[in-house]
């Protein structure tokens, strides 16, 4: 009988070795896999905090902007509203009026150019200080004194603009 039990506790030795080296290989890989979901957990922990952090950042960034929003459009209603709005949109209206002309009258567009012209010499004296901007909308010897209606220039020597 002993004869039996040798080779039975050969076996049973054998086996319990193979099984010692799979529980000690599956503990390795159990502490691999706890350290691998540690560290995945981590890498989540951060990547929500990041996530956080930007989705806090989006937030104000998007409070801030409709704040700003809000006042821009305060601000533009009042510039809408301020005295002299009225007559620059009638300036544009007045441009495009032109423009149109420009374009489908013949006999409009030079003397429209001859007008921007003197305008704009006129414009010019004035920024230089040659002349007077109230004086020029507003002659009062020109007003009082043409009661025909006809619009009288003076000309000088260096004019070469003949008389209307």
């Not at 890989?29 to 995945?40: E, M, P, V």
């Not at 989006?58 to 801030?64: D, H, L, M, Q």
């Not at 040659?130 to 009062?140: E, G, H, N, R």
């Amino acid at each position: 009988m002993e004869d039996a039990i040798q080779p039975f506790l050969l076996g049973l030795g054998i086996g319990l070795l193979i099984c010692l080296i799979i529980l000690m290989r599956e503990s390795f890989k159990r502490s691999a896999l706890k350290k691998q979901i540690k560290d995945l957990k981590n890498h989540l922990h951060q990547k929500m905090e990041i996530d956080a952090e930007a989705t806090h950042f989006k937030k104000t960034e998007i409070e801030e902007l409709k704040k700003e929003n809000e006042n821009l459009r305060i601000t533009n209603q009042t510039l809408a509203q301020k005295p002299g709005r009225r007559e620059l949109i009638n300036l544009h209206i007045y441009q495009r009026a032109i423009d149109i002309m420009s374009e489908s009258a013949h006999g409009f567009a030079p003397m429209w150019q001859k007008a921007v012209k003197e305008s704009e010499k006129d414009i010019e004296q004035f920024v230089e200080g040659k002349t007077s901007f109230v004086k020029k909308i507003i002659s009062p010897i020109s007003f009082f004194s043409n009661s025909s209606g006809m619009e009288t220039k003076n000309i000088g020597p260096g004019d070469t603009d003949k008389p209307s």
